[in-house]
């Protein structure tokens, strides 16, 4: 393994550009969808496979260019570029093209994490705590990862890519990436120092230090052997008929001991007027943002508002709450149930469309109990015909099982939970809007009845 030499770094992106164009905007994780690349600017790139070889392998951090944003205002993503003379049938779906010019002319490239090989290279390179150019492959003290391992890709809707090793562990490679602390890192770390085993410990991870900045870029976790996740076994329960109000309230439990660990882990924060009153600023704002991109949401804009409204003025009122870590993005694909019952929570990046320092901002843990709200009225709608009722019961064991760990119910405090039930509802129109038109029906119910009742 070695660097690329910098200077090549141009050439060899120039001659990837019209394929990487094509390529990256059918890509699940790509988040401008909308918008077209008009090209690419290099922030870094490291060979650790040689292209002259029957495999070769680029790591790649590009950022596309997507006007009328200036380019140095683009996304950067993270790319694993496999390189080899052709491509075996297996590795079909991840072809990006055929290269005719520039180092790589007369050779196909791919995304090197459908290939086994390639992927492998990552998990050594973390057992042996690699330094590769401005790569840092750091394992966890005490941690220990076996060689030989086989990888496999993980193919499910993801806004991210993840890598199974041998059943033992799962790396979850970011693919849209920014400079600073991430959280899908930093939480499972401080979870582990308190001894949380809701959330599995980190056992390395990957980081980039270029020009000052340093980014995170993989996390390598245990792999819960049997495990599925809470959308899954929703989902399975709903067609069967099945009662889910018991795995709702072991979630609620499970939900409440992350929260209340995090509490002791990363400094809270008490959320009075002042900060309420910017907290709903910034949910008037992403309304107000959304209706103008999403027309079917505008008739309800008036009674949404309403919701934030109510909260400002608790808050005027004196009423202050408790704000901490949480983790940002819960639902039930969120959540895994082991094979002996036992419910842990994955994936604490947060909202990826939200600004990082946002994201790793305290927030009333009912951010995250809105979030699995929500996720409950998905499922009940993701049969047909839709189960409200299923809904609403899985809705109350969850808070519920909250309380049982917590003391606090979160439906005593119904102002509160509507405003944020109400905000994660507008992410999600504008989410299935851009990304998933035929789901968009989902989102709209709930802001149907957000805006036309106080009523949670």
């Known amino acids: 393994m070695a660097e690329t030499v910098t200077p090549s770094t141009p050439a060899l992106l120039a001659s990837l550009d019209p394929l990487l164009r094509d390529w990256l905007p059918r890509q699940r994780w790509f988040a401008g969808k909308g918008s077209p690349v008009t090209g690419f600017s290099p922030v870094a790139e490291t060979e650790l496979l040689p292209s002259d070889g029957r495999l070769g392998l680029h790591h790649l951090l590009v950022r596309a260019e997507q006007p009328p944003?200036?380019?140095?205002?683009?996304?950067?993503?993270?790319?694993?570029?496999?390189?080899?003379?052709?491509?075996?049938?297996?590795?079909?779906?991840?072809?990006?093209?055929?290269?005719?010019?520039?180092?790589?002319?007369?050779?196909?490239?791919y995304d090197a994490l459908y290939d086994p090989r390639p992927a492998e290279v990552l998990l050594e390179a973390l057992r042996t705590r690699a330094r590769i150019g401005g790569l840092r492959f750091e394992r966890a003290p005490g941690q220990e990862i076996r060689d030989g391992l086989v990888a496999r890709l993980l193919t499910g809707e993801q806004s991210n890519s993840s890598v199974v090793y041998g059943d033992t562990f799962i790396l979850k490679l970011l693919r849209r990436v920014v400079p600073g602390v991430n959280p899908d890192l930093e939480i499972p770390l401080a979870l582990a120092r308190e001894g949380c085993a809701r959330v599995p410990a980190p056992t390395a991870w990957l980081r980039a230090e270029l020009d000052g900045d340093a980014y995170v870029l993989a996390v390598l976790q245990p792999f819960v052997r049997g495990a599925t996740d809470?959308?899954?076994?929703?989902?399975?329960?709903?067609?069967?008929?099945?009662?889910?109000?018991?795995?709702?309230?072991?979630?609620?439990?499970?939900?409440?001991?992350?929260?209340?660990?995090?509490?002791?882990?990363?400094?809270?924060?008490?959320?009075?007027?002042?900060?309420?009153?910017?907290?709903?600023?910034?949910?008037?704002?992403?309304?107000?943002?959304?209706?103008?991109?999403?027309?079917?949401?505008?008739?309800?804009?008036?009674g949404l508002r309403s919701a934030y409204q109510a909260l400002a003025q608790l808050a005027a009122e004196g009423r202050t709450w408790t704000a901490q870590r949480v983790h940002g993005d819960l639902h039930l694909g969120q959540c895994l149930r082991s094979p002996s019952g036992d419910w842990s929570l994955i994936d604490f990046e947060g909202e990826p469309a939200r600004p990082l320092a946002e994201r790793r901002m305290p927030q009333p843990p009912v951010r995250d109990i809105a979030g699995m709200l929500r996720s409950f009225d998905y499922a009940a709608h993701s049969v047909?015909?839709?189960?409200?009722g299923w809904a609403s019961r899985c809705r109350a064991a969850y808070c519920s099982g909250y309380a049982e760990i917590t003391g606090a119910d979160p439906r005593t405090d119904p102002v509160l939970l509507r405003a944020y039930e109400t905000d994660k509802a507008v992410y999600e129109v504008v989410y299935e809007a851009r990304h998933r038109p035929d789901w968009l029906p989902v989102p709209l119910s709930a802001v149907h009845r957000l805006a036309t009742t106080d009523l949670i």
């Open 69 to 109: 944003a200036p380019a140095e205002a683009g996304d950067c993503y993270q790319l694993l570029i496999g390189v080899r003379e052709t491509l075996p049938p297996r590795l079909a779906p991840a072809l990006i093209g055929h290269v005719t010019d520039g180092p790589l002319a007369g050779r196909t490239v």
């Open 384 to 388: 047909t015909p839709p189960a409200p």
């Open 230 to 302: 809470g959308w899954e076994l929703a989902l399975r329960e709903l067609a069967k008929g099945e009662d889910f109000t018991a795995e709702a309230r072991a979630l609620g439990r499970a939900t409440a001991e992350v929260h209340t660990a995090l509490a002791r882990a990363l400094p809270t924060a008490t959320l009075g007027h002042s900060r309420l009153e910017a907290e709903v600023a910034g949910m008037t704002e992403r309304l107000a943002a959304a209706a103008q991109a999403v027309p079917a949401l505008r008739p309800y804009e008036d």
